[in-house]
């Protein structure tokens, strides 16, 4: 087989396999947000004060990732009183679950399968 034709087959075999990369997604694999949103991906729809003391950040950090989540329409939020109080909820939006799924799919795309 010439160099050619051994080209050739590899461009063939690249074209065919899947990109690892496909799905993954820069704004979600930041750590504090891919925690983020696996936390909300699990619970569906959480109290901005409980994300903060389940993740252990502060207030600022995680004001700060969510503005990014949400600027990018992977996050919502709802203002809500609860007990006398102005409470935030955030979840995933579809658009969120869709990315951070895809996500997770990269990563094991690109760890290969369990040995």
């Given at each position: 087989m010439s160099t050619e034709d051994r080209m050739r087959a590899e461009d063939r075999v690249s074209a065919e396999a899947p990109d690892p990369?496909?799905?993954f997604d820069a704004t979600v694999h930041?750590?504090?947000r891919l925690r983020i949103c696996a936390l909300l991906d699990t619970a569906g729809e959480?109290?901005?004060g409980l994300v903060q003391r389940q993740l252990?950040?502060?207030a600022s950090v995680l004001s700060k990732h969510v503005s990014v989540l949400m600027d990018a329409g992977y996050v919502e939020q709802r203002k809500a009183v609860r007990n006398t109080r102005q409470r935030v909820w955030l979840r995933l939006t579809q658009r969120g679950q869709d990315a951070y799924q895809g996500h997770l799919a990269a990563l094991r795309a690109i760890v290969g399968p369990p040995q």
């Open positions: 990369l496909t799905g930041a750590p504090n959480a109290e901005f252990g950040l502060s």
